[in-house]
Antibody
Framework: EVQLVQSGAEVKKPGESLKISCKGS????????IAWVRQMPGKGLEWMGIIYPGDSDTRYSPSFQGQVTISADKSVSTAYLQWSSLKSSDTAMYYCAASVVITRFDYWGQGSLVTVSS | QSALTQPASVSGSPGQSITISCTGTSSDVGGYNFVSWYQQHPGKAPKLIIY???KWPSGVSNRFSGSKSGNTASLTISGLQAEDEADYYC???????????FGGGTKLTVL
């Protein structure tokens, strides 16, 4: 059974750095795309970017290019979403999702809530 | 990059059918047969209910169906049930970022 387990809720101050994780199990981690999706409070879903762990092919939505870094560590079957300097506008729920193709995402993590407040 | 356009809300009574539209451009919805629909209940992760415009993932009810005409895709839910009350999002592959763009989401209320 494919499972994605995300890291827990985080409370950070503006300007701090953060790296959240998404651990895959039940499938060959190298062969599935992982996507990151943002959902701001009371708002809709936004694709942030995707990564193919097998060859580290990484693509970002224009709105998120340069704002976050997506990476993956095949040795621990885990994908990451990273910020170097958080803003209050980064407060949101972040979901990871996995699929063999980029045109649909069948499997979703439970979400990681990030709160950025001074 | 503009999101796909969905109505903010739709409603229907139990047993009825409703349709949610999703309008894009020739760079996304109109150019590819890669439209997916997700259902999201409050406080839960999204769930894939339709992919490649018309296909069902395993375990999804066939009360959900998808279609496309030109730059507009549609999700139809027949035989509405109380449990269908949720937010629905369309998404399409787009040549703009070489993976995807979401619609703004539609809140379905079952009266």
């Amino acid at each position: 059974e494919v499972q994605l387990v995300q890291s827990g809720a985080e409370v950070k101050k503006p300007g701090e750095s953060l790296k959240i994780s998404c651990k895959g199990s039940g499938y060959n981690f190298n062969l599935y795309w992982i996507a990151w999706v943002r959902q701001m409070p009371g708002k809709g879903l936004e694709w942030m970017g995707i990564i193919y762990p097998g060859d580290s092919d990484t693509r970002y939505s224009p709105s998120f290019q340069g704002q976050v870094t997506i990476s993956a560590d095949k040795s621990v079957s885990t994908a990451y979403l990273q910020w170097s300097s958080l803003k209050s506008s980064d407060t949101a729920m972040y979901y990871c999702a996995a699929s063999v193709v980029i045109t649909r995402f069948d499997y979703w993590g439970q979400g990681s809530l990030v709160t950025v407040s001074s | 990059q503009s999101a796909l356009t969905q109505p903010a809300s739709v409603s229907g009574s139990p047993g009825q059918s409703i349709t949610i539209s999703c309008t894009g451009t020739s760079s996304d919805v109109g150019g590819y047969n890669f439209v997916s629909w997700y259902q999201q209940h409050p406080g839960k992760a999204p769930k894939l209910i339709i992919y490649d415009v018309t296909k069902w993932p395993s375990g999804v009810s066939n009360r959900f169906s998808g279609s496309k005409s030109g730059n507009t895709a549609s999700l139809t839910i027949s035989g509405l049930q109380a449990e269908d009350e949720a937010d629905y999002y369309c998404t399409s592959y787009t040549s703009n970022n070489t993976f995807g763009v979401f619609g703004g989401g539609t809140k379905l209320t079952v009266l």
